[in-house]
């Protein structure tokens, strides 16, 4: 069975106008999802003459929604929350809230779909902030990181809510039945970090349904030292994006050298299969799409310049969380696990 793919059937909608590369590669993305998987259906949301253009002769298991606006990259979220309620972001949005979409995807800005998000689809009750979730490649798996940048200041009970959200979507997604927890600081002891993070690992310490391991650094995130990492959001987009630029630097460095002369040719064709395996593990791209915890749906947020082949993965998330029914696992449980 193709990556992504599952019987049950879902429909997903897509934002297809605010990523940095246009339409055309929410496009592409969106007809080789539904080629790879025959139970998805697809709802591209944005501007009709564009998209059909676009999808040319169409698809039976793909059709468009009408959006009049977008909401730009360097536009302020409360601006947006105000004025572009007719943007294809919020009437992706909206097709969730009412049913006709099981999630939503979107490359553009980040907090205005964390403002829509609360607005259209409405927080867990008892969920102060919404945190953004990624899932991570580690040395022996994986390891689920958040915040990522919905929230750049959070107190020591936002941290506290979303270790209880990563613990449960680990259990989720992974089938982990006690995952480790851990707080991103900036050593292992008990005195180091700040107020919140200490006060934050006190209050995880004490809750006896997670298994809080304690701090851990930067250099663990891919280690297999943890099944779930949190931080606060300005923590956590600067990880991220560190992680991603080194293993982009890498993967091309990797390319050059075996590119280059008889000798590194020769070496790049022995070593391909395992080289292979490394490059699919380190590339960026086939990781993408961050999820939206707290809130009643499942919202998938893109990287804002991704790719056809990152796009199709962050569609793949949706649909795997939309299977699994994500929120509702999360949701059900938080009741018993809230202080």
């Known amino acids: 069975m193709p990556e992504g793919s599952f019987s049950q059937p879902v429909t997903i909608a897509i934002d297809a106008m605010s990523g940095d590369r246009g339409a055309a590669i929410v496009v592409a993305a969106a007809l080789s999802a539904v080629q790879e998987n025959r139970a ?13 253009a676009l999808l040319r002769s169409g698809h039976p298991r ?3 929604v009408e959006a009049a606006d977008v909401v730009r990259m360097n536009e302020r979220p ?5 004025h572009k309620r007719n943007s294809s972001m919020a009437v992706a949005l909206t097709l969730v809230r009412d049913g006709e979409a099981g999630g939503c995807v979107s490359a553009g800005n980040t907090g205005a779909l964390m403002a829509f998000g ?13 945190a953004i979730a990624k899932l991570i490649p ?3 798996g994986h390891c689920h990181v958040l915040d990522l940048g919905a929230n750049v200041d959070s107190s020591a009970e936002n941290l506290y809510q979303y270790a209880l959200m990563g613990s449960l979507m680990a259990s989720a997604i992974s089938d982990q039945a006690e995952p480790r927890v851990a707080l991103l600081n900036v050593g292992e002891e008990e005195i180091k970090g700040n107020e919140q993070v200490r006060l ?10 997670l298994n809080y391991i304690g701090y851990v650094e930067g ?7 943890a099944d779930v990492v949190v931080c606060d959001g300005f923590v956590g987009n600067i ?3 560190t992680g991603e630029g080194v293993a982009g630097v890498l993967i091309e460095l990797l390319e050059q050298a075996f590119s280059k002369g008889l000798y590194g040719r020769l070496a790049g064709w022995l070593t391909r299969p395992i080289i292979g395996r490394v490059l699919r593990l380190m590339d960026p791209s086939r990781h993408n799409g961050a999820s939206f915890l707290g809130l009643q749906g499942v919202v998938i947020k893109s990287h804002g310049n991704a790719n056809e082949r990152a796009m199709l993965a962050a569609i793949r998330q949706a649909v795997r969380e939309v299977q699994l029914d994500v929120p509702q696992r999360i949701n059900e449980r938080l009741d018993e696990l809230m202080l």
Do not use: N
């Not at 250099?219 to 030292?225: A, I, P, Q, Y």
């Open 78 to 82: 409360s601006h947006a929350l105000r």
């Open 200 to 209: 934050a690992s006190h209050m995880l310490a004490q809750s006896e349904s």
């Open 40 to 52: 998805l259906s697809l709802i591209l949301v944005g501007f009709r003459s564009e998209l059909e």
């Open 219 to 225: 250099s663990d995130l891919f280690r297999d030292v």
């Open 138 to 140: 580690s040395l022996r």
């Open 62 to 64: 793909i059709r468009i």
């Open 118 to 130: 609360r607005s259209i689809i409405h927080m867990y009750p008892g969920i102060e902030r919404p």
């Open 239 to 241: 990880a991220l994006k």
